[in-house]
C-alpha cells in the first residue's frame, strides 16, 4: 500500500459482473466483500504507522496533543472504523503521516453491458452499504470500445447504446468535485491549456499555477 500514500484521493474499482472467462481470487462475485477486505488491510495498514508513531523513540517528537490525537484515532481503528475528523488542522496532521483511511475516496462499479443499462444486484449492494461514498457505475468493456473510436463513430455509438456521458468523463468530474478542484483555460495563436486549481481560487493565485511569475507581476 506504500504507493498511494502520496494520493490526493483512493478510487476503489471492484467487479459487479459474472463471467465463466474471468477467473476470480475468491471463485465468488461480491464486490462488497472485495469493498471490506481492501477497508480491513488500510484499517490495518495505519494502525502499524500509529502505533510506529506512538513507539517510546518518536513519542518524544509529538507534542501532548498529538500524543491525545494519534492515541484517539489508534482506537477508532481498533475498533474497525477509518479515520475521521471534521477538523482542518487533525486532517492535515494525520494526512501528512500517510494513512490511508482518512483519504477521501470513489468506488467505481466495474459491470458488464447489462448491468450499465438495467444495473445489477452487485451495484445496488454496494450502494446500500455505502450509501455515504461516492459511487460510479461504469463498463470498461464499453469504454475501451468508445476509446478507439474517433469523435463522430463516438457520438454515434454513445447515443446507440443511450450513453449520455463515457464513465471516464463521469469519473473525473466526480474526482474533481471530491477533491473541491476546478479548471481553468488559456488560449494563444499556438495551443488551448486547462489548468487545475483549488475551487474558488483568485485570479492571481491561479495564475501561480502557470508561473509564479505571473502571480508575482499580476
Known sequence: LSHIREVDAIIHLVRCFESDKITHVNSKINPVEDLETIK?????????????????????????????????????LNEGNEITTNDKKERKFLSGLGLLSIKPKIIVCNVDEDGLAKGNTFTESVKKKYSNEIVVTICADIEDQIMGLDNNERETFMK??????????????????????????????????????????????????????????F
Not at 446507440?160 to 468535485?177: A, F, H, V
Open 160 to 217: 446507440e447504446i443511450g450513453l449520455n456521458k463515457t464513465g471516464l468523463n463521469q469519473l473525473i468530474k466526480e474526482g474533481y468535485d471530491l477533491l473541491d478542484l476546478e479548471t481553468f483555460f488559456t488560449s494563444g495563436p499556438e495551443e488551448s491549456r486547462a489548468w487545475t486549481v483549488k475551487r474558488n481560487t483568485l485570479a492571481p493565485k491561479a495564475a501561480s499555477v502557470i508561473h509564479t511569475d505571473f502571480e508575482k507581476n
Open 40 to 76: 480491513t488491510e488500510i484499517i490495518l495498514s495505519d494502525i502499524d504507522v500509529i502505533q510506529k508513531k506512538l513507539d517510546k523513540g518518536k513519542k518524544k517528537l509529538l507534542d501532548e496533543k498529538e500524543v491525545k490525537l494519534l492515541e484517539d484515532k489508534l482506537k477508532q
